[in-house]
Nanobody
Framework: QSQFVESGGGLVQPGGSLTLSCAASGFRSDYYAVAWFRQAPGKEREGISCISRGGTSRNYAASVKGRFTISRDNAKNTVYLQMNSLKPEDTAVYYC?????????????????????WGKGTLVTVSS
């Protein structure tokens, strides 16, 4: 069974840092670009970052650019999201997802249509 498992969420104070992990099982995630999404309470899910299958291309939503860094270790079949300077508005459930299309390494999608593999999410709470 193909799936993702996210981990690393928790409670952190404003200005703090967390690193989320997204481990793939049942398939080779290095064939595909991987994206991180989040859904805050009462809001729609939004795409925040993606990384191409080889890591050449990385994109970020304006809300996290400069604070979050996406990376991947294909040998471990894992994608990471380093989150710095966290704000209360970053509080959300964070998901990783894959569109199982083999895109060139110069591109990664950051929209929900086409995302077929999703994890169950990990909760990040930013509060003092």
């Amino acid at each position: 069974q193909s799936q993702f498992v996210e981990s690393g969420g928790g409670l952190v104070q404003p200005g703090g840092s967390l690193t989320l992990s997204c481990a793939a099982s049942g398939f080779r995630s290095d064939y595909y670009a991987v994206a991180w999404f989040r859904q805050a309470p009462g809001k729609e899910r939004e795409g925040i970052s993606c990384i191409s299958r080889g890591g050449t291309s990385r994109n970020y939503a304006a809300s996290v650019k400069g604070r979050f860094t996406i990376s991947r270790d294909n040998a471990k079949n894992t994608v990471y999201l380093q989150m710095n300077s966290l704000k209360p508005e970053d509080t959300a459930v964070y998901y990783c997802a894959v569109d199982p299309t083999v895109y060139p390494d110069t591109y990664c999608p950051l929209v929900e249509p086409g995302m077929d593999y999703w994890g169950k999410g990990t909760l990040v709470t930013v509060s003092s």
